[in-house]
């Protein structure tokens, strides 16, 4: 789940929301052998600790390690590492997963090492959601996104937001069912979440801070209390042949 400018694991750790555990299961489900998982630009380990009760070994790999030192303790084995190549040998792994971070990566490349490190029979996963919606508010949270933030994100973020449409290997698919990320949230919880956005990072680097007069707004119109927050969840998934 890391990315290039942003290196504020425990900010990440704290506000971005978790995986619901029906993905997890789905996940172990497709897989013939749950001995070794690796979560693949892991961040700080949440779909990592989320593959824990169903997988005998989980390993998380990512480029930072920052993100990765913010990692609460857990079953999980960390590991600094790039996409490619992947420090395993041939055959050995039942499931790779990337939860927001295959966008980062040389897709040909890492597909090649994905398919050198799964089994015949595994499952090589990518995992995203796109931008939320919040109960009541519109398109408040869109528009920031799409208008206010549009000149500072990556070309990149598209692919993300829209579920790696271009994404394709030449493996049988798996269709996940469509299912949605839920969480009820203080507008407090909200601008946590905002300020994690790289496209943020970008904008303070240029002298701009944009999250600070949309937060009053946003305070504003969200009030006291916790409203529900939906963001939809894709995944995007095959068994190596």
Request: hydrophobic share 40%.
């Amino acid at each position: 789940m890391s990315e290039p400018l942003f290196q504020r694991g425990s900010s990440y750790q704290l506000h971005r929301p978790d995986y619901p555990d029906s993905l997890f299961a789905w996940l172990a489900k497709q897989c013939p052998q749950r001995e070794h998982a690796l979560d693949m630009g892991c961040g700080t380990g949440q779909a990592s600790r989320g593959l824990e009760p169903w997988f005998q070994h989980v390993l998380g790999a990512d480029l930072s390690l920052k993100q990765l030192q913010s990692a609460p303790p857990s079953r999980t084995q960390y590991l600094a590492s790039r996409a490619s190549p992947l420090p395993f040998a041939n055959d050995c792994l039942d499931l790779i997963s990337v939860a927001q971070a295959f966008h980062w990566f040389d897709a040909d490349a890492f597909f090649a090492e994905a398919g050198r490190c799964l089994r015949k029979g595994g499952l090589l996963a990518l995992i995203s959601y796109g931008v939320c919606e919040v109960e009541g508010l519109g398109s408040l949270i869109q528009d920031f996104h799409d208008k206010t933030l549009g000149p500072w994100w990556p070309a990149e973020r598209d692919q993300v937001v829209a579920g790696y449409p271009e994404a394709h290997l030449d493996w049988q698919d798996c269709a996940f069912p469509a299912s949605d990320i839920e969480r009820q949230w203080s507008a407090r919880e909200m601008l946590g979440y905002l300020d994690t956005w790289s496209a943020l990072v970008q904008a303070r680097q240029a002298g701009k801070d944009p999250l600070t007069p949309f937060g009053i707004a946003l305070s504003t119109a969200w009030g006291p209390g916790k409203r529900l927050v939906r963001w939809p969840l894709r995944v995007k998934a095959w068994h190596k042949p």
